[in-house]
């Protein structure tokens, strides 16, 4: 299983960000990013067994998120990646300490985490075709609430991107 703590967006918001993505798409080439796969990674776990998926979720359920609202308002790109994302000038002292927290549970349970500083943003566009600076958009602001545990599925040659957070009884 290839999993990952996410952030996932509200449907209004999921809309509003698969909207740039197209038009993101149709002005400098490549994939737009399907909005129902949206989301900003909080932690990459990579290819785990069923066993290790569960001490994930056991991870998460602990893991409370004081909501707070996160405002994505630039458009940049990561050129060796070929990618294009929407992300905040200004990363909230809230996600900061919630990937901080998650970052210590992880690292507490024996998890890989990585090294590289955390950059939260949402792919927008993958294998670009043309290069796009990095510049300011409309604002748009994320009520976040909590974090999902997700797996990457393939089916029928498309990656999906499914919730396996348990839900409470």
């Known amino acids: 299983m290839r999993l990952f703590f996410a952030l996932l967006p ?59 609202t996160l405002t994505l308002d630039t458009i940049g790109e990561w050129h060796h990646a070929g990618v294009a994302w929407i992300a905040p000038s200004v990363v909230p002292p809230p996600l900061v300490a919630l990937h901080a927290r998650l970052a210590a549970a992880l690292a507490g349970a024996g998890f890989a985490v990585e090294s590289r500083p955390f950059r939260p943003h949402v792919t927008l566009v993958r294998r670009r075709a043309r290069p796009l600076a990095d510049a300011a958009c409309a604002p748009l602001d994320w009520r976040v609430e909590r974090v999902a545990l997700m797996v990457s599925e393939r089916a029928g040659g498309a990656l999906r991107y499914r919730d396996i957070t348990p839900r409470p009884a």
């Open 10 to 68: 509200d449907t209004a918001l999921r809309a509003a960000l698969g909207e740039r993505a197209l038009a993101l798409a149709r002005r400098i080439g490549g994939r737009a990013v399907p909005a129902a796969n949206l989301h900003l990674t909080a932690a990459f776990l990579g290819d785990l067994d069923a066993a290790r998926a569960t001490a994930l979720a056991t991870i998460g359920a602990a893991l409370a998120v004081d909501p707070f």
